[in-house]
Every structure is written in structure tokens, then in C-alpha cells.
């Protein structure tokens, strides 16, 4: 059994849909896959649709009876969501868990425990963790052979990497197994020239300690966590659905590596393996290997930094500008709409929508430079639909994700002009 906690100090980078779209991607790979909620937010059963009312019991009680007389079993609690996949719910309860167990012995090893009951049941874990480093984290760190740092590709995010990387080796310090810790790239939105710049240089720092696969930044994952679907169900043709098949996909390619490197230090009494003696050599060894690794990650995280920070602030604002105007599809600035595509080869571009009562004439783009196009107009609050007419072709806008099926079996883009 692979069990793998996905950690990042900051909120909304992403744990939470990686944690739900892995689980359901590997349980789509034929593995029998356990997703256990962390986070008092009970975000994965928002996600996953279950009702909140009817949670009577969480992974909180099952955690917390492990230390009293009669343990709840973790099959007690659990809810199936397809096909090989089950999860362990959080309540707001979990928020209790440090204060309650106050004083209890090994109270940092309750959910290394709990799993090690279900070890032939499963063949992943996957541990969503609270945007903390508490109990919580370090109990689904004490029980991992695998992290997965979720770091969004933008440059802001990166001021934060080193950081939370330092605290995970800090973290990691104290236990005593073998974690392979591994950068994830999320939210990545290949339009954006800085998004592409950062790609590369995680990808240059990192080599060997990220995985290939990246999750892009793709609408339909927010929409499907906002109907309780994994993205498998919800759009299995979405960029997204790939993106999380091809990263389970380069999970299960490593089981080998990391079953060998977890039986060269099982300590664990339900894995009885090579004498003592070399264990704890190995153990050592593997520990400091770690540490290195997360400590050179975190140093090549603040080179990066320092990298971007050295080229002058004229040049993080030319970035900015250039983020900026790298910008394709449509983008409500104040009361204005502006629309940015790219034809290269089109002589005219128009738009047709709801807006101009789909009559094209009414609303022709301007060209720019290098093939692309551009309009700005005033739209009132709302909801709109249009279409691309590009040289007499009507399309849907190829750099906006949230499109509609309309009654031509075709799709129409939509945009939600909010109120200032
Ligand atoms: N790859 C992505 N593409 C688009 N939206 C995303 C992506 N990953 C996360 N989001 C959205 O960003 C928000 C924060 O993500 P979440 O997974 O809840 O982060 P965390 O668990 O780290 O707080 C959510 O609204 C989620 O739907
Ligand atoms: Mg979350």
C-alpha cells in the first residue's frame, strides 16, 4: 500500500482537487484507492457529494478511538464513490483533534495506526491535509511513503516555496520512514508567457524531483468540484480528466521504486523485514538523503527567486505587462470587456453573441500585431453567450474554456460579466 499526503501550507493551491481527481484516477487504473480528508473544511466530501448531514462519523472518531479502549474501526466510516474508491470524511470536529488528544501518547502516529489495519485492503492512500503544519499533517506525514507539494506556477507563488518547503523538511526530520517528496506543477495556464518561463525553471531546478505530468488550469475542475464530481465523470474529454490520468498513470509506473525503498526501512511490526540492525542503518541513511534532497529543493526554490527578483523590478513589471498581454479570450476589466484572440492567417474577425443579437457586422475585432486580434466593449452584469467568426467560420473561442452545448449541436463560449 502507496500512501500519499498532499501538503502545502498555502490555501488554494490546489490539494484539495489533486487529492480528489488522483484518488479517482487511480481507482480508474484498477486500484483500490482510500481518500482520507485531513482538513476540518471537509472540502473532499463537498467534492465528492456527500452530504454533509448525513456524516455521522469522520476519520476524527476513528483517529481519536484508536487511543481509547474501543477503536472504531476505519470500514465503519467509509463511502463508496465508484468503483474502487472510498473516503474517510473530515467533519469541523477534526479542528479538535490536537486539543483532545493533548497529553495522549503517540498521538502523532493515530492515522499510521488506523492504516496499517487496512494495508492489504487498499493499494493507495491518498491524505488531504489542512493548509497547516499541525497534528493533522504530521500524522498524515508519519503514515506517508509519498508527498505531493501542489505549487502553483505563478510567480507570486514562488515567494512562498521555499518556505513551506524548509517546514516540510523540518517535518520530515522527525519521522522516521522513508518519504519520497515530489513538486507537482498546478494551475498551470500555458497562455501566459511567465506561466511557460516558470514551468521551465521549476522544471531545470527540480529535474528528477517533480513530476512530468502538469496540471493545467482547466475550468472544468472547478465546475465538477462544484457538482460533487470527480472530473473522470464530469468530463472525461476535458484537459483536466488527462491530466490527472497521466499523472496516475507516472504514479504507478514508480510502485516498484518505492516498494523497494519501503521494505529496505519497514520498521513497522505488520511488516516484519531484514534484521534490526540494518534497518536502522538504512533508515539513517534514507533519512538524511531526504533531508538533503528537501534542503536542496527549498535552496533551488530561493535561486529561482533570487534569479527572477535579480532582473530588476523594471523587469518583474515587464513581466507583469507582459502577463498581461499575453492574455487570450475575454477579460472583464472594470466595466469593460476586452476579447483577445490569435488568427495568424484570418482576414476578418467578428464576434456574435446574445450582446449584438448574434449579428457579426455589429462587432468586428481590430488586428494587431503578429496575427492577433483584439476588441473591447461594454457590457451590463451578466451572462452571455458568443461565437468567434473568423473569415465567414463561426467558432467557439478557442482560449476560453467554459463553453455550452447549444441547439446546433455546437458550442457556444460563455462569459460572466460581474458587477463592480
Ligand atoms: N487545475 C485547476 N484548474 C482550475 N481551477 C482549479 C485547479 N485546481 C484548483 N482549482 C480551483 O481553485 C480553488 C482552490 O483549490 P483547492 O483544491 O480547494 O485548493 P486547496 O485544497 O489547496 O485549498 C478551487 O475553487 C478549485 O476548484
Ligand atoms: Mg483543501
Given at each position: 500500500?502507496?500512501?500519499?499526503?498532499?501538503?502545502?501550507?498555502?490555501?488554494?493551491?490546489?490539494?484539495?482537487?489533486?487529492?480528489?481527481?488522483?484518488a479517482s484516477a487511480l481507482?480508474?487504473?484498477?486500484?483500490?484507492?482510500?481518500?482520507?480528508?485531513?482538513?476540518?473544511?471537509?472540502?473532499?466530501?463537498?467534492?465528492?457529494?456527500?452530504?454533509?448531514?448525513?456524516?455521522?462519523?469522520?476519520?476524527?472518531?476513528?483517529?481519536?478511538?484508536?487511543?481509547?479502549?474501543?477503536?472504531?474501526?476505519?470500514?465503519?466510516?467509509?463511502?463508496?464513490?465508484?468503483?474502487?474508491?472510498?473516503?474517510?470524511?473530515?467533519?469541523?470536529?477534526?479542528?479538535?483533534?490536537?486539543?483532545?488528544?493533548?497529553?495522549?501518547?503517540?498521538?502523532?502516529?493515530?492515522?499510521?495506526?488506523?492504516?496499517?489495519?487496512?494495508?492489504?485492503?487498499?493499494?493507495?492512500?491518498?491524505?488531504?491535509?489542512?493548509?497547516?503544519?499541525?497534528?493533522?499533517?504530521?500524522?498524515?506525514?508519519?503514515?506517508?511513503?509519498?508527498?505531493?507539494?501542489?505549487?502553483?506556477?505563478?510567480?507570486?507563488?514562488?515567494?512562498?516555496?521555499?518556505?513551506?518547503?524548509?517546514?516540510?523538511?523540518?517535518?520530515?526530520?522527525?519521522?522516521?520512514?522513508?518519504?519520497?517528496?515530489?513538486?507537482l506543477a498546478s494551475m498551470?495556464?500555458?497562455?501566459?508567457?511567465?506561466?511557460?518561463?516558470?514551468?521551465?525553471?521549476?522544471?531545470?531546478?527540480?529535474?528528477?524531483?517533480?513530476?512530468?505530468?502538469?496540471?493545467?488550469?482547466?475550468?472544468?475542475?472547478?465546475?465538477?468540484?462544484?457538482?460533487?464530481?470527480?472530473?473522470?465523470?464530469?468530463?472525461?474529454?476535458?484537459?483536466?480528466?488527462?491530466?490527472?490520468?497521466?499523472?496516475?498513470?507516472?504514479?504507478?509506473?514508480?510502485?516498484?521504486?518505492?516498494?523497494?525503498?519501503?521494505?529496505?526501512?519497514?520498521?513497522?511490526?505488520?511488516?516484519?523485514?531484514?534484521?534490526?540492525?540494518?534497518?536502522?542503518?538504512?533508515?539513517?541513511?534514507?533519512?538524511?538523503?531526504?533531508?538533503?534532497?528537501?534542503?536542496?529543493?527549498?535552496?533551488?526554490?530561493?535561486?529561482?527567486?533570487?534569479?527572477?527578483?535579480?532582473?530588476?523590478?523594471?523587469?518583474?513589471?515587464?513581466?507583469?505587462?507582459?502577463?498581461?498581454?499575453?492574455?487570450?479570450?475575454?477579460?472583464?476589466?472594470?466595466?469593460?470587456?476586452k476579447f483577445v484572440t490569435?488568427?495568424?492567417?484570418?482576414?476578418?474577425?467578428?464576434?456574435?453573441?446574445?450582446?449584438?443579437?448574434?449579428?457579426?457586422?455589429?462587432?468586428?475585432?481590430?488586428?494587431?500585431?503578429?496575427?492577433?486580434?483584439?476588441?473591447?466593449?461594454?457590457?451590463?452584469?451578466?451572462?452571455?453567450?458568443?461565437?468567434?467568426?473568423?473569415?465567414?467560420?463561426?467558432?467557439?473561442?478557442?482560449?476560453?474554456?467554459?463553453?455550452?452545448?447549444?441547439?446546433?449541436?455546437?458550442?457556444?463560449?460563455?462569459?460572466?460579466?460581474?458587477?463592480?
Amino acid at each position: 500500500m502507496r500512501t500519499i499526503a498532499v501538503i502545502n501550507q498555502k490555501g488554494g493551491c490546489g490539494k484539495t482537487t489533486v487529492s480528489i481527481n488522483l484518488a479517482s484516477a487511480l481507482a480508474d487504473e484498477g486500484k483500490k484507492t482510500l481518500l482520507i480528508d485531513m482538513d476540518p473544511q471537509g472540502h473532499c466530501a463537498v467534492g465528492l457529494a456527500v452530504p454533509d448531514e448525513q456524516i455521522e462519523q469522520g476519520i476524527y472518531d476513528v483517529l481519536l478511538s484508536s487511543r481509547r479502549g474501543e477503536p472504531i474501526k476505519l470500514t465503519e466510516v467509509l463511502w463508496e464513490i465508484s468503483d474502487n474508491f472510498e473516503l474517510a470524511p473530515a467533519s469541523i470536529d477534526l479542528a479538535a483533534f490536537e486539543q483532545q488528544t493533548n497529553g495522549m501518547t503517540d498521538r502523532e502516529n493515530c492515522l499510521k495506526d488506523v492504516l496499517a489495519a487496512v494495508a492489504r485492503d487498499f493499494d493507495y492512500v491518498i491524505v488531504d491535509c489542512p493548509p497547516a503544519v499541525n497534528l493533522l499533517t504530521f500524522n498524515a506525514l508519519r503514515a506517508s511513503t509519498d508527498v505531493i507539494v501542489p505549487v502553483e506556477t505563478g510567480y507570486f507563488s514562488l515567494h512562498g516555496l521555499s518556505r513551506q518547503l524548509d517546514t516540510l523538511s523540518i517535518l520530515c526530520k522527525q519521522c522516521s520512514q522513508h518519504i519520497n517528496v515530489m513538486v507537482l506543477a498546478s494551475m498551470y495556464d500555458i497562455r501566459t508567457k511567465m506561466g511557460r518561463e516558470i514551468l521551465a525553471e521549476l522544471r531545470k531546478n527540480f529535474a528528477g524531483r517533480m513530476f512530468w505530468t502538469v496540471v493545467n488550469f482547466n475550468t472544468k475542475l472547478k465546475e465538477a468540484a462544484s457538482l460533487g464530481q470527480p472530473i473522470c465523470e464530469y468530463d472525461p474529454a476535458s484537459r483536466g480528466h488527462k491530466d490527472f490520468q497521466g499523472l496516475a498513470q507516472e504514479l504507478i509506473a514508480t510502485d516498484t521504486l518505492v516498494e523497494q525503498k519501503k521494505i529496505a526501512v519497514a520498521v513497522d511490526k505488520h511488516e516484519p523485514v531484514i534484521q534490526a540492525s540494518i534497518q536502522a542503518k538504512e533508515r539513517k541513511e534514507i533519512i538524511e538523503e531526504l533531508d538533503n534532497n528537501l534542503e536542496s529543493i527549498s535552496s533551488s526554490a530561493q535561486e529561482l527567486l533570487a534569479g527572477l527578483k535579480g532582473e530588476t523590478k523594471t523587469r518583474v513589471k515587464k513581466d507583469i505587462n507582459d502577463k498581461l498581454n499575453d492574455f487570450y479570450g475575454a477579460r472583464q476589466l472594470g466595466n469593460s470587456i476586452k476579447f483577445v484572440t490569435l488568427y495568424p492567417r484570418a482576414q476578418k474577425v467578428q464576434i456574435a453573441g446574445d450582446f449584438n443579437n448574434w449579428k457579426p457586422q455589429q462587432t468586428i475585432m481590430q488586428p494587431g500585431k503578429d496575427g492577433k486580434w483584439e476588441l473591447a466593449m461594454e457590457l451590463a452584469p451578466g451572462k452571455y453567450r458568443y461565437r468567434m467568426v473568423v473569415d465567414g467560420q463561426w467558432q467557439q473561442d478557442p482560449y476560453n474554456e467554459n463553453i455550452e452545448l447549444n441547439p446546433f449541436g455546437e458550442y457556444n463560449s460563455i462569459l460572466e460579466v460581474k458587477q463592480i
